[in-house]
């Protein structure tokens, strides 16, 4: 049995999520608690393999209960959170802090919406429940930053790219984060995110990040021109492809394994355009999207790289490319930047437009 404290000022609220939990067989509500401060004094009472929070709070927000339980307990955390602007841009920081993911506060008791979510929410807990995460102090960086290994670029023979591709799920924001703050707004080609997140964050981690780096950061919308030192989301519920003009498609065409944006629409697209001028990343993340993407790549001549596994906070996705033979280099977090930059650097000084 997975078990799991639930922290959050709202009744109702405890009330849903219980409610969402109890259709799970191998998932039990340990505890509950009003606020931080009372769920700190339950942990090692109640020993919960998973926390889901709040971020709005009296007496112990989300954010500082985040920060303490990282550096004394060190569990997996969830947010569970409101979707508004300035709140998803809020829950980020709680996600910066150590939490490992986000997930969107239901509304009420049933309907059809609750049973996706009752399924969502299990398979997230599910999934943190297997990640190991570990104690930080006020002066340790981010967890995916912290755990990166060492590893230095290697420069390859392929043609000067004109494209990145950049494809993450869950521990994708912290790695996002870890990368884009090391490229400068003059990055010579533009730069394409797929990010498996719960629908309704997606502006709030584009206004984050857009704090960590010095890129533009935006959604990509149908028929735009792909532009230097500007890095392209895929937007909520639509896959993000190229087109033989080199102009982004949004299509709503169905899921790929139940994932819509997905990273290997993303990449098969961008094979099909930029050939073996692409460079293509396959993040951190739970499942095998990407896999087959980054293949496209590679068989097309361009550079995929896959995050090495001890700087994965999951390492599923870069695991399933690693398997297949789709990565040409298996790289730290901490080294992908500057990856990046070596064969933008390429691009550069070859003059390519």
Known sequence: MIRVLLVDDSPLALAVLNGLLSRAPDIEVVGTSSNGREALALIPRIRPDVICTDLHMPVMDGLVFTRTVMANHALPILLVSVSGRSESKEAFKVLEAGA?????????????????AAKELASKLRILAGVKV???????????????????????????????????????PQALGVILKQLSPRFPVPIFCVQHISVGFLRGLIDWLSTQCSLK????????IPQPGHVYFAPEDRHLKVDSSGRFELSAEPPWEGQRPSVNVTMRSVADHYGDAALCVLLTGMGSDGAE???AIRNAGGLTIAQEESSCVVFGMPQA?????AAAQVAGLSAIGAILLLHAQSHAAQGVR
């Open 134 to 172: 570990f104690k930080r102090t006020s002066h340790c960086q981010g967890l995916a930053a912290g755990r990166a290994a060492n590893s230095s670029p290697t420069k390859t023979k392929n043609a000067a790219v004109r494209a990145v591709v950049i494809g993450a799920s869950t521990g994708g």
């Open 217 to 224: 950061l935006e959604t990509a919308r149908s028929g735009g």
């Open 100 to 116: 490992v993911d986000v997930f969107l506060k239901p509304r009420g008791l049933s309907g059809a919406d609750n049973d996706a």
């Open 321 to 325: 490319a690693i398997r297949m033979n």
């Open 293 to 295: 993407g980054l293949l």
